[in-house]
């Protein structure tokens, strides 16, 4: 079992930084793959990033060159640093670990669920 919990969220202006961070319970955090993904209000939840286990990334093509998907082992925390925010990028950003190591965009082949922190983007 992984409990996951997320922070970091908050209101920017456009243009603007946050860096959002996933803390992880459990000892086999390393083992595992973390996504971040989000949700916009009458949208469906969406891919954003993923790290596997051994520090490989994938992206959505909206964040790519903007957003960073990073690890830390030693601290089982995933972070998701998130530059050039723009107003689309508002959402409720969610963390996810998943024991498949084959790479999916897929909400539901990821097995554990953070409760999500809001992020607002103002123009």
């Known amino acids: 079992q992984v409990q996951l919990v997320e922070s970091g969220g908050g209101l920017v202006q456009a243009g603007g930084s946050l860096r959002l961070s996933c803390a992880a319970s459990?000892?086999?955090?390393?083992?595992?793959?973390m996504g971040w993904f989000r949700q916009a209000p009458g949208k469906e939840r969406e891919f954003v990033a993923r790290?596997?286990?051994?520090?490989?990334?994938f992206y959505a093509d909206s964040v790519k060159g903007r957003f960073t998907i990073s690890r830390d082992n030693a601290k089982n925390t995933v972070y998701l640093q998130m530059n050039s925010l723009k107003p689309e990028d508002t959402a409720v950003y969610y963390c996810?670990?998943?024991?498949?190591?084959?790479?999916?965009?897929?909400?539901?082949?990821?097995?554990?669920w953070g409760q999500g922190t809001q992020v607002t983007v103002s123009s």
């Open positions: 459990g000892r086999t955090f390393s083992s595992y793959a």
């Open positions: 996810a670990a998943d024991r498949d190591a084959i790479p999916t965009m897929r909400a539901e082949e990821y097995d554990y």
């Open positions: 790290i596997n286990w051994s520090g490989r990334t």
